[in-house]
């Protein structure tokens, strides 16, 4: 149970680059897993990438290359640096936190307990 809200969506231009924040509400953050999910319209929420608690990161085969996930714990706030946007890219991108165990690679949406409200990411041609 933490609270979630995520920024820095918006629009871009294809071949830019964007920066999401999470901010986090929680004694515990730092022992949390923390995810970026992404949902397109007409389309399921997908995984993006995930940061363990012990700062151990894994991409989506879209994202590996041109995201790079990090969090500062001083500040419980975990970002998604995204570079090399494309049209594709276009969704609103969800964070997510858990402090559980998540036995499957990628991360499912039911290894989350908790979900922010979203931010918008659209991509021009």
């Known amino acids: 149970q933490v609270q979630l809200v995520e920024s820095g969506g918006g629009l871009v231009q294809a071949g830019g680059s964007l920066r999401l924040s999470c901010a986090a509400s929680?004694?515990?953050?730092?022992?949390?897993?923390m995810g970026w999910f992404r949902q397109a319209p007409g389309k399921e929420r997908e995984f993006v990438s995930i940061?363990?608690?012990?700062?151990?990161?894994y991409y989506a085969n879209s994202a590996k290359g041109r995201f790079t996930i990090s969090r500062d714990n001083a500040k419980n706030t975990v970002y998604l640096q995204m570079n090399s946007l494309k049209p594709d890219d276009t969704a609103v991108y969800y964070c997510?936190?858990?402090?559980?165990?998540?036995?499957?690679?990628?991360?499912?949406?039911?290894?989350?307990?908790?979900w922010g409200q979203g931010t918008q990411v659209t991509v021009s041609s």
């Open positions: 997510a936190a858990t402090p559980t165990p998540i036995y499957r690679l990628p991360p499912g949406l039911s290894d989350f307990g908790s």
């Open positions: 940061i363990y608690w012990s700062g151990l990161t």
């Open positions: 929680g004694r515990t953050f730092s022992r949390y897993h």
